[in-house]
């Protein structure tokens, strides 16, 4: 199995981030366009269409047709974990099915004061038979471009204190 990582730190408090990534918003708003993504359904761990919020148990179906000419790839993603506790906040998904034989897709998120430690870790392995660890390794050239674009979409979005209109942060009182 190999493995992918990438750190951010974002202008923006811990709980404006977490918010974003939250929703299936956040999803559509940081995949490049290149990826020619479309959510074709999300389903909530009780079976509730489109849910306001990714819980544990949410279920993604997705298909994605790179630079509009490659074929069609789909994808079904289910929220496994979701964690929050002081100055953190975690969720993971894995694929249920999909071009990956395995896909785990940690999301982490550190409050440090007005500031947000983001990082992904993607473990993963291509269906690529005896060859797969070399081709495993090779598979950053692909993520690498994504996530570098994501990380910077996050910083875009959410740096400068106007986010948004669905990115809902709850008040403390």
């Known amino acids: 199995m190999a493995t992918y990582r990438r750190r951010t730190r974002i202008r923006a408090p811990l709980e404006v981030v977490w918010a974003f990534h939250a929703k299936i918003d956040g ?3 940081l995949t ?3 990826m020619g993504l479309s ?3 999300v389903r909530g761990p009780d079976g509730e269409s489109d849910p306001p919020e990714l819980l544990a148990g949410s279920e993604i179906e997705m298909a994605s047709q790179p630079f ?3 074929p069609t790839t789909r994808w079904l993603s289910r929220i496994t974990d979701r964690e929050q506790g002081e100055g953190y906040r975690m969720f993971r998904d894995d694929m249920l099915g999909g071009p990956f034989d395995l896909w785990i897709h940690t999301h982490e998120f550190y ?4 500031e947000t430690v983001m990082i992904d870790t993607v473990e993963y392995e291509l269906p690529a038979g005896p060859a797969g660890p070399l081709v ?3 598979a ?5 471009p994504m996530f570098r674009y994501r990380h910077r979409k996050t910083k875009e979005l959410l740096e400068g204190g106007e986010y948004p209109e669905w990115v809902e942060v709850e008040s403390e009182a």
């Open 32 to 34: 490049p366009g290149w």
């Open 140 to 144: 950053v050239v692909g993520f690498e």
């Open 27 to 29: 999803l559509e708003a």
């Open 111 to 114: 409050g440090d004061g007005e």
């Open 39 to 41: 959510v074709e359904g």
């Open 136 to 138: 495993d390794r090779l």
């Open 68 to 70: 509009g000419v490659a």
